[in-house]
């Protein structure tokens, strides 16, 4: 009888020491996967909006005789700065025309010496534009190479998809720990109630 109480107390013992390290294995386990997710939410993660970066538009500049032409493409739009070379007067009442693609966009007015095109789509790299202009007396085409900054889509879909859900995956870790947690002391528990019965 007194061997069978120390048999008991001894089992008792040795569950309770393998839930205290299936407790600590636990924890221990959570604290590693906290910091791997705040590690990894470094490398992959969005956390806002990245700081502002001040980008010039693409712009090009030619001399049409004694006049000199600046134009700059920003948002779908091409505006064209029209100035005499010697002083930088603007040039008014222009009459600009420029094809792009085998496309003709004309250019409208809109303040002394600057013209706007709207609905103008540029590819990225370079792009040979042809001018057609009217300037007074003066009459011609000039080609304009303005050349784009060519923004990559594929980058930026493969680190989406590339970029791995640490959030998602440690929480799948921490259920699987503490299911497996549970299912131990459950089975130390089925055992221990049939060594008493």
């Known amino acids: 009888m007194v061997m069978g109480n120390k048999a ?77 070379y010697s002083d930088g007067q603007p040039t008014t009442g222009a009459q600009l025309e420029m094809t792009i693609d085998f496309v003709p966009v004309s250019f409208e007015e809109v303040a002394p010496g600057t013209y706007v ?8 790299g370079r792009n040979d534009l042809e001018l057609t202009y009217k300037i007074g007396e003066r009459e011609g085409t000039e080609i304009i190479p303005l050349t784009l900054v060519q923004r990559s889509v594929e980058t930026s879909v493969t680190r989406k998809m590339t970029a791995p859900s640490t959030t998602t995956h440690g929480l799948l870790l921490a259920g699987l720990a503490i299911g497996i947690y549970i299912a131990v002391s459950a089975l130390l528990a089925f055992r221990s109630r049939s060594r008493a019965a």
């Open 8 to 84: 008991r107390a001894g089992g008792q013992g040795l569950e309770t020491t393998i839930r205290h390290a299936l407790a600590q294995a636990l924890c221990a386990m959570l604290l590693l996967m906290a910091g791997g997710t705040a590690g990894h939410a470094q490398d992959g993660h969005d956390h806002g909006a990245a700081p502002r970066a001040i980008i010039v538009s693409p712009r090009a500049e030619a001399r049409i005789g004694n006049q000199e032409a600046v134009i700059a493409y920003d948002r779908n739009r091409l505006v064209l700065f029209l100035q005499r």
């Open 117 to 124: 095109a709207n609905d103008v789509m540029l590819a990225g």
